[in-house]
């Protein structure tokens, strides 16, 4: 059950709120569909990624519905600890998101021009959104501990990879030149610490 909340709260706060809010700011939702004509480099990540969210979200149905079981049984005090911990990167994304402001996208548009955020939790983390996706999937595979959710959220964050280190940084650097270099020397690509 708490697999379940976590993903109907990322859903729900970390997408359709998000994308519901950016239309409401700017008439636009801040989705940015590969053209036809992109590389595969900039298609296949963000592809694999929303393919594999979606079989977890499936794993976690089905594994509340009784039909996936758990491969290990932890205490319910760890479950909590990883709801926490879910919760927790919940609330990071929807932090960076705000802070983001009309910069926020759903994918890149090479041709979009968009400012560089580096206060709030940009001045600690280049991506703080993919921090706090990590935690949600840490907390995640905790409250429901299955090898398959655990492939999943494995590829998901090798597909987080691709799409920051081949997409997003070379797209920033072409965008904002050495003012983005400087950036990047000075702050870490994930932490916030």
């Given at each position: 059950m708490l697999s379940l909340i976590l993903v109907v709260s990322f859903l729900l706060v970390v997408v359709f709120f998000r994308v519901f809010v950016q239309y409401r700011r700017t008439?636009?939702?801040g989705v940015r569909f590969?053209?036809?004509g992109t590389p595969l480099i900039e298609i296949?990540?963000?592809t694999v990624f929303v393919l594999t969210f979606i079989l977890a979200v499936a794993f976690v149905i089905f594994g509340y519905l009784g039909k996936i079981q758990k491969?290990?049984?932890l205490p319910i005090a760890a479950q909590y600890i990883g709801l926490l911990v879910g919760l927790t990167g919940i609330s990071v994304t929807v932090i960076s998101q705000f802070q983001m402001g009309?910069?926020?996208r759903i994918g890149?548009?090479?041709k979009e021009n968009t400012t560089l955020i580096t206060h709030g939790l940009?001045?600690?983390s280049r991506n703080p959104i993919y921090f706090g996706i990590f935690l949600f999937w840490i907390g995640l595979s905790i409250t429901f501990p299955n090898e398959l959710l655990w492939i999943c959220a494995l590829i998901c964050w090798g597909c987080i990879e691709l799409i920051v280190r081949k997409n997003e940084e070379p797209y920033l650097k072409e965008l904002?030149?050495?003012v983005f270099e400087d950036y990047f020397a000075r702050t870490n690509r994930y932490l916030i610490l």
């Open positions: 008439g636009d939702f590969a053209k036809i296949l990540p963000g491969t290990v049984n009309d910069s926020w890149v548009d090479q940009y001045s600690k904002h030149g050495q």
